[in-house]
């Protein structure tokens, strides 16, 4: 499973419903990552993001509902991770914080944007072990940093 996420410096991933900050090139980049693929999300990240994605399979997990356009429905994590790894596609967790903080244990590798500036918000990414993880690729653009992190 690989970890996508945008964050600022200081960890911040949202703010309300949606990114603090406008940086289109990062986010064609998530949708390039995840077209076609599978992608495991929690009901709030999928409610905002989910009209924008290509993915073949949105798996969405939620206690309050059971059926949602575009996606299949799981009551929990574990289900929902037997169901996708049987799909055959590469599996993303793409969000928000609470599906981060239960699938950062599950995967080998997390894709990370950096977003340059000062960003203040209500969701964070969660704090990991940085030395369980290497560094594989560190990118530079002109808004954010891309950085990938592999298991060691
Ligand atoms: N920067 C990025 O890359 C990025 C990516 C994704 C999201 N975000 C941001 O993150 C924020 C949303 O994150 P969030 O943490 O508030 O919400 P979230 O993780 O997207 O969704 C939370 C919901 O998922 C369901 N859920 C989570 N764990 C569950 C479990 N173990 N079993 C059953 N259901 C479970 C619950 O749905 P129910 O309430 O329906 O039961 C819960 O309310 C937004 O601000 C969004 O913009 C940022």
Do not use: C
Request: proline residues 5%.
């Amino acid at each position: 499973m690989i970890i996508i996420s945008a964050m600022s410096y200081s960890r911040v991933i949202g703010s309300g419903d949606g990114m603090p900050w406008n940086v289109p090139e990062e986010y064609q980049q998530f949708l390039n990552f995840v077209d076609g693929q599978s992608i495991i999300m929690g009901r709030r990240s999928f409610e905002i993001f989910g009209p924008d994605l290509t993915t073949t399979n949105n798996i969405v997990i939620s206690r309050s509902a059971s059926k949602l356009p575009n996606a299949v429905v799981f009551s929990d994590l574990k289900t929902a991770v037997e169901h996708v790894k049987k799909l055959g596609k590469t599996v993303f967790s793409a969000g928000g914080g609470s599906i981060y903080k239960q699938t950062i244990p599950l995967a080998d590798t997390m894709y990370l944007s950096f977003i340059k500036g000062e960003f203040t918000g209500d969701t964070y990414f969660p704090e990991f072990d940085e030395a369980q993880w290497r560094v594989s690729k560190r990118e530079d653009h002109p808004a954010f940093e891309f950085v990938v992190y592999n298991r060691k």
